[in-house]
């Protein structure tokens, strides 16, 4: 058998993004060499994760009040170690850290850009051998460059984003990110300890057969939500229902086989929680990101996710993405034009 493709790695990838530009400074590209130099040794340690003591909890609870898993806590070393070694981010904000870290040495004081990540989505799911994740999101700052990074670089609307990517701890690993251009996914190559373009060029099919959501929580929604919802189930569904639902309790995963497969994804919010689970800056704004860029679109039911200006680091919202036919007939029920 003839393989004629080249294959290109993300570096050579990202080399040939900045050939193609020869403005461009190159500190994006080396940040997103970092983050998948983070990516394979997390990738690593949630491969032996059965036969080393790294699973179970830490004992502590993070900022969000949740239990902490030791691989949350090993993820987000590894994030903060590889930003804080890189030479391309001034700071990070981390869902497992209460504030933001500036990192303020010379050199980080001079880069343009700072991340925010969640370190593992989904981490409910790492006891149990269920894909996890890793999502990020890299803004431009709007402090002086050659002064440490502030808040406020941090709490941008998420259509500031220059980049925002996840990696997928699942039957393969894969680096998806995606930057106005567009999205490309990377599968890791374990012969060569790299990540090499699999997914050029991704789109978020217009519609698709599945549909994502909390079922347990159903009385807790809204009417109009669980209206859309039984929609799903229903044949008279206006994209040719009903669908098959599909809800893996990692968000990445889920967005992931959306973006591939077509679908929409809803973490709505509960009674008891107005806003939801799902935090803005670590979740769903890169999330919402990508799947705008491949095509899709992204709402926490009244207004675009990319367009919410932070007041908080750790805020939650309630999210809706995925397909762009599904998000427009899901719009119809929440304004009451359908159903
Ligand atoms: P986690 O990062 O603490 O695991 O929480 C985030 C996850 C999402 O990935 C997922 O969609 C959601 O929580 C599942 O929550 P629930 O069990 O309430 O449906």
């Known amino acids: 058998m003839t393989i004629n493709r080249k294959v290109q790695t993300l570096d050579e990838f990202t080399l ?44 502590s609870t993070n900022v969000q009040g949740e ?12 994030m ?27 050199t980080s004081n001079k880069s343009k850009y700072v991340c925010l990540f969640d370190p593992l989505d989904g981490s409910s799911n790492i006891d149990v051998n269920v894909s996890i994740g890793t999502i990020f999101s890299v803004f431009k700052r709007v402090s002086e460059l050659g002064k440490p990074a502030i ?8 259509s500031n984003q220059v980049a925002a990517g996840y990696i997928i701890y699942g039957s393969s690993t894969m680096l998806v990110y995606a930057t106005r251009r567009g999205v490309n996914g990377f599968t890791l190559d374990q012969s060569i300890g790299e990540f090499t373009l699999s997914h050029p060029d991704m789109k978020c099919p217009e519609t698709g057969k599945m549909y994502s959501v909390n079922h347990g929580n159903f009385f807790q929604y809204e009417e109009r939500v669980k209206k859309y919802i039984t929609a799903c189930q229903m044949k008279d569904s206006t994209n040719g229902g009903p669908y098959t639902q599909r809800y893996i309790g990692s968000m990445v995963s889920d967005v992931h086989r959306n973006l ?4 929409i994804f809803m973490y709505p919010g509960i009674l008891d929680k107005p806003k939801g689970k799902l935090r803005l800056m670590y979740e769903c704004n890169p999330c ?36 762009l036919k599904m998000m427009e007939e899901l719009e119809g029920y929440l304004d009451g034009t359908l159903g």
């Not at 394979?40 to 004992?59: C, F, M, Q, S």
């Not at 504030?99 to 303020?104: A, G, N, R």
């Not at 808040?151 to 998420?158: I, K, N, R, T, V």
Request: with cysteine; aromatic share 6%.
């Open 16 to 59: 040939q993004q900045l050939r193609d530009f020869p403005l461009a400074t190159g500190e994006l590209s080396s940040l997103l060499r970092d983050i998948g130099l983070a990516a394979k040794r997390i990738h690593v340690e949630v491969n032996k994760a059965g036969l080393v003591d790294i699973l179970g909890d830490t004992g």
């Open 67 to 78: 239990e902490v898993k030791k691989l949350d806590v090993f993820a987000n070393n590894q």
């Open 80 to 106: 903060v170690g590889v930003l804080r070694h890189g030479i391309s981010c001034a700071g990070i904000g981390s869902e497992e850290l209460d504030d933001i870290v500036v990192f303020d040495d010379e």
């Open 151 to 158: 808040e406020a670089d941090f709490l941008q609307a998420g």
């Open 260 to 263: 591939i497969k077509g679908g």
């Open 288 to 323: 919402a990101f990508i799947v705008e860029v491949a095509g899709g679109k992204a709402t926490n039911g009244q207004m675009r996710i990319l367009d919410i200006v932070p007041t908080k680091l750790h805020q939650r919202t309630a999210f809706f993405t995925g397909s």
